[in-house]
């Protein structure tokens, strides 16, 4: 099946498995770390857009906006940011436009995440608050300090950078965010397949006799933005070892793996994956999504 056929065949199955996956709301609340949507009045207005990402895997655009006091330190490169520093970001799954089908436009699935940095306040968290809304500013199910401190560990990973992932368009990017301590704490180690529970082992190739977990603090707070997040670094560890990669809940009920796709397609210098991933509190027993990603270099 080629690249193209097979994006069309998957875009409609994704886009309606993530809308899903995240727009069902079963909590009435619309606060998160003390963080409410409407503070923020319409920052999409008024604040510097950052960035904008597109995430090959998923689909999905992601524009990254800042107040005044976030874009001041994030021009200036500074690893520490000032108390009322505010990133911003809102997502969007794209599709194909119609009229003009080699373009992808956003559309529908959106969630607005933001951090907000109170370096007292939110100690706990290395000073940064995390909130995540739909878009009528509601939060989403589930366990609201797991949901915290996943972001917060994920967010390890740009420590040097003063947990910021993001960087100004136009500004050459760093090669490599990854914090030494990050790296020392989160490893991928050889696991043994038939050690997993029985869902993941049938979601798995039956030649695979062994997995690379990753293991350490991102699996002890697991919530399903984290599921979605590591997908990128689970293809980049699967390539380079070219063997399924997981991230894997303690309790053994969440998941997130990127194993190989033998039946379709990718241009010569990619590798076709495919990610799949589950959390126990979720309307779908699994999200699977098949995209293309840059074979190792040589």
Request: aromatic share 12%.
């Amino acid at each position: 099946m080629g690249l193209c056929k097979m994006n069309s065949c998957l875009k409609k199955f994704v886009i309606l498995a993530f809308i899903s996956f995240f727009s069902v709301n079963t909590v009435a609340d619309q606060t998160m770390n003390e963080l409410k949507l409407s503070q923020f009045g319409d920052f999409v207005t008024n604040w510097k857009l950052v960035t904008v990402r597109y995430r090959k895997d998923s689909e999905e655009m992601r524009f990254t906006y800042s107040n005044d006091l976030a874009w001041n330190a994030l021009s200036k490169n500074l690893s520490v940011y000032p108390d009322g520093a505010i990133f911003a970001k809102v997502s969007f799954v794209s599709v194909e436009d119609p009229l003009f089908p080699s373009s992808a436009v956003p559309a529908g699935a959106r969630r607005i995440q933001f951090m907000v940095r109170d370096e007292e306040k939110y100690k706990s968290t290395n000073g940064w608050g995390y909130a995540l809304f739909d878009s009528e500013g509601n939060t989403y199910p589930g366990d609201m300090k797991a949901a915290t401190m996943g972001c917060a560990v994920c967010h390890d990973v740009a420590k040097e950078r003063g947990y910021v992932f993001s960087q100004i368009m136009g500004q050459p990017l760093s090669k490599d965010v990854f914090a030494s301590s990050w790296r020392t704490q989160n490893k991928f180690v050889d696991f043994k397949v038939k050690s997993l529970p029985l869902s993941i082992q049938q979601s798995l190739p039956r030649a695979d006799k062994k997995v690379r977990k990753l293991e350490g603090p991102l699996a002890d707070y697991i919530f399903f933005g984290t599921l979605d997040e590591i997908k990128p670094l689970l293809a980049k560890e699967a390539i380079e070892s070219k063997m399924t990669t997981l991230l894997l809940s303690k309790d053994n009920k969440s998941y997130s793996l990127v194993t190989f796709d033998t039946t379709s397609r990718c241009e010569k210098d990619e590798v076709a994956l495919i990610g799949k991933h589950s959390i126990n509190s979720a309307k779908v027993s699994y999200l699977e999504t098949r995209f293309c990603a840059k074979a190792k270099n040589p």
